[in-house]
């Protein structure tokens, strides 16, 4: 079994989302991907008028329909409190269901790892890290970056080349482009139960 992991806030969930998880899926061969909503993300706040937690979780349902290979995870909001990685690694690895985890992040997260996350080098004992580049040309830093965390940490990180669709959910939150970047059913929610107003009048 080789399970994927992807976290977030998931405000709201979107394409640019569910395209990481299926490249590094198809990359890495991997059975399943689990989608965990933070509970409470311990190093910014919400943005005003954010979904809440249930909320997010019903859109990241919607997204994820029909679709075997990708679950709801609720490990993080049933746990409760501030949302810490190297938690969740430890719950799930300590499930012994899931196999061997990998967890997926963005080139941000990479460089940051080992100076702004919580026991950086627990992290990498638990998990292959699963690194896909936010932007092209990208690949040169990563590289230089993931041979330093593989010399200090013994690190297992696998870099993914793919295409890239750049989709933030702040983009999302003002407004913009709403019907590429969102599944029409998660759209239609949001309309539906008013989410994000400046979104909704907008469009």
């Not at 709201?12 to 590094?24: C, E, I, R, S, T």
């Amino acid at each position: 079994m080789r399970t994927g992991i992807l976290g977030g806030t998931f405000n709201p969930p979107h394409y640019g989302h569910l395209h990481a998880a299926k490249q590094v899926k198809q990359a890495l061969n991997l059975d399943k991907v689990l989608f965990i909503p933070t509970n409470l993300p311990p190093h910014k706040k919400m943005p005003k008028g954010s979904a809440n937690t249930h909320q997010r979780c019903e859109m990241i349902k919607l997204m994820l329909d029909g679709l075997d290979w990708a679950e709801l995870s609720m490990i993080e909001i049933e746990r409760g409190g501030s949302s810490y990685t190297i938690d969740t690694l430890r719950e799930l690895n300590d499930k012994k269901i899931y196999g061997e985890l990998f967890f997926l992040m963005g080139t941000d997260m990479l460089m940051t790892l080992d100076t702004g996350w919580r026991e950086p080098e627990e992290i990498c004992k638990i998990c292959t890290l699963a690194v896909v580049a936010r932007g092209l040309g990208e690949q040169t830093i990563l590289q230089k970056k993931a041979q330093f965390l593989k010399e200090k940490y013994n690190a297992k990180i696998s870099l993914i080349k793919s295409d890239v669709i750049e989709i933030s959910s702040t983009e999302i939150r003002n407004g913009q482009k709403l019907s590429e970047m969102l599944p029409k059913t998660v759209l239609d929610y949001i309309r539906k139960n008013r989410l994000y107003m400046d979104l909704t009048e907008k469009n």
